[in-house]
């Protein structure tokens, strides 16, 4: 932990960079906590909280393609600079949320919320490599990890508390803020957040997106990086179903957001603890489908607690493994795949990652006012540990890289 934070301590542009991502990623919080209250108390139905998450990841998955090909030719902090403003407008929107008859402006604000947030995410991910040393990349990686986790946290549980108090205007009005600051932040970076081009004619977006996508189809080891965040996606129906657990409970507003902070919580504490797999290539591609089963055992657990304390425990240990899936293969991305292509591969594979969300989401959503919630989460949960499954037995041959740069063994050993 102290070497992994000091890569804070002691670049301020990095520390900048960090900073402007958990800001907005606890401006994401406060709207979508909040909303997936309200829309069922306006309405009566849940599918309208599903909606509003299925708007969010499946917009983020169309538009990724074109996106990430954008954070390989234009300047990245303009990009997340008007990612930013371009959700500040947005929000704004959810002020006029009061009826059920205008409850679609929230699937319209969250919608384009997502478009602002399909540049800003690979905008982001492809500059982090070039606002730190090629020594502290491993460490700058873990503390960038932590950032959604830890907005997570902070984002969902004051968004609950708040949305509880003083109701989801005010979370809006936090969130409009966030945004204000995070832009703020960004413009502070000096580094450059990309590598220098060629001064040559650049190729049209169509071909600069094949090139990509011929460069991972001809590596295994980036198709497997690339396909594994899928799995923990196609179980994240589960999201839908918090809401209800909350109110099967008896926690309402503030059990909502509880479940969301645990949720983060986990997607904070695994990457820092799981950090050492960082060090060691062999122990990844296990380590990524140990991750996946233990997500899918989680929630086969939450589907039949009947304690909420056991519930919070086991959404906690989910995403401890979904946590740590994400942070070794962005790592290991970062690490294998050339700067000039970096934004279109992270791209490719967060759309495949939201994809796989939206479609989880969708089906739930589906389901969710006709099916017992126990069989959403269970069946979300099955679909994640077979896809581990499957997915460890088509790569376990797979080598480790022998050009990644990353020493097999500890270096504080």
Known sequence: MPQALSVLTRNRDFRRLFSAELVVFGADWFVMVPLLVLLPELTGSGVWGAMVLAADTGINALLLPYTGTIADRLDRRKILIAANLASFLAVLLLFAVRTPDTAWLAIVAVGAMAVAKAFYSPAASAALPNVVDPEDLAAANTVAGSAWGTMTVVGASLGGVVSTLFGPYVCFAVTAALLLAGTVLTSLIRRPLQAPRSGGEQEPTMRALV???????????????????????????????????????????????????????????????????????????????????????????????????????????????????????????????????????????????????????????????????????????????????????????????????????????
């Open 211 to 413: 090139e990509a996508l011929r460069y991972i189809g001809a590596r295994p080891r980036l198709r497997a990086l690339v396909t594994v965040k899928s799995a923990v996606g196609l179980g994240n129906g589960v999201l839908t179903v918090f809401p209800l657990i909350a109110v099967a409970h008896g926690a309402g507003a503030l059990g909502a957001g509880l479940l969301f902070a645990l949720r983060g919580a986990g997607a904070l504490v695994g990457p820092l603890l799981m950090r050492p797999v960082l060090n060691r290539p062999s122990w990844l591609l296990p380590g990524l489908a140990l991750s996946m089963g233990l997500y899918g055992i989680g929630y086969l657990g939450v589907a039949f607690s009947p304690w909420f304390p056991l519930v919070l425990v086991l959404v906690f240990v989910a995403h401890f493994a979904g946590g740590t899936n994400w942070i070794l293969s962005n790592y290991a991305l970062q690490s294998e795949v050339p700067d000039e292509l970096r934004g279109r591969v992270f791209a490719t594979d967060m759309m495949l990652a939201t994809l796989a969300i939206a479609i989880s989401q969708l089906g739930a959503g589906a389901v969710i006012d006709h099916v017992d919630q126990r069989f959403v989460l269970a069946g979300c949960a099955a679909i994640t540990l077979i896809y581990a499954i499957v997915w460890r037995i088509a790569t376990r041959r797979l080598a480790a890289p022998r050009h990644s740069g990353i020493p097999d063994r500890d270096p504080s050993v």
